[in-house]
């Protein structure tokens, strides 16, 4: 495997289910980062993990719940998601948050569907 | 808040036209990224500019960042249709990236 793969790639759940979104970057990056992205909208970025630790949280809902055990792996944790919360969720790596480099290498998202 | 508008947000050409596309912002970005989003993929980076005035060429692809550093612009020759995707702009700002909503072209046979 090569790049920043992501898992599954599509999820349908209920409001009232429990899943995990999985990332694995394969590029020896130490910053790790979730976004949601939703039709007509901005990249949101939701998590920043820098050496495995969160350095950014934009005021997202306690229904996301991310986790990062090394710098490699990503993960991000959903309970009780709401219809609106239906979106392409991207996960990204860079080198480090101090190299300076933002240069952000994309996963190919898991499309989430709220029923 | 730091913004990033990009125009058009939609734009659809025949194949062998030439376009540009546009990025622009009230505030100062250190640098700026250019990414391409296909269907069911996530963004792949196609160039940073990081000086005033700066110009990168990748093919049929010329990038080019305003002397201000504030705008950048796109513009592509002869289109074709493997050129078809979500064009998305980024700015570094401070500590992370703001992204422009992006201008989603296709390029007809």
């Known amino acids: 495997e090569t790049g920043v793969t992501q898992t599954p790639r599509h999820l349908v759940m209920g409001m009232t289910n429990k899943k995990s979104l999985k990332c694995e970057q394969h590029l020896g990056h130490n910053a790790m980062y979730w976004y949601k992205q939703s039709a007509k909208k901005p990249l949101e970025l939701m998590f920043v993990?820098?050496?495995?630790?969160?350095?950014e949280n934009n005021s997202v809902p306690s229904r996301f719940s991310p986790e990062c055990p090394n710098s490699s792996h990503l993960f991000l944790h959903l309970h009780t998601l709401q219809p609106e919360d239906s979106a392409l969720y991207l996960c990204?790596?860079?080198?480090?948050?101090?190299?300076?480099?933002?240069?952000?290498?994309f996963g190919p998202g898991t499309r989430l569907t709220v029923t | 808040t730091q913004l990033l508008e990009q125009s058009p947000q939609f734009l659809s050409i025949q194949e062998g036209e030439n376009l540009t596309v546009y990025c622009n912002s009230s505030?100062?970005?250190?640098?700026l990224q250019w990414y391409r989003q296909e269907p069911g993929e996530g963004p792949v980076l196609l160039v940073t500019v990081v000086t005033g005035g700066e110009v990168k060429k990748l093919k049929r692809l010329t990038f080019q960042f305003g002397d201000a550093r504030k705008d950048s612009s796109l513009h592509i020759t002869a289109a074709q249709p493997g050129d078809t995707g979500l064009y998305l702009c980024?700015?570094?700002?401070?500590?992370?990236?703001?992204f422009g909503q992006g201008t989603r072209l296709t390029i007809n046979p």
């Open positions: 505030s100062v970005f250190s640098s």
């Open positions: 993990y820098n050496f495995k630790e969160q350095t």
């Open positions: 990204a790596s860079s080198q480090d948050r101090a190299s300076g480099s933002y240069e952000q290498y």
């Open positions: 980024a700015g570094r700002g401070a500590q992370k990236l703001v």
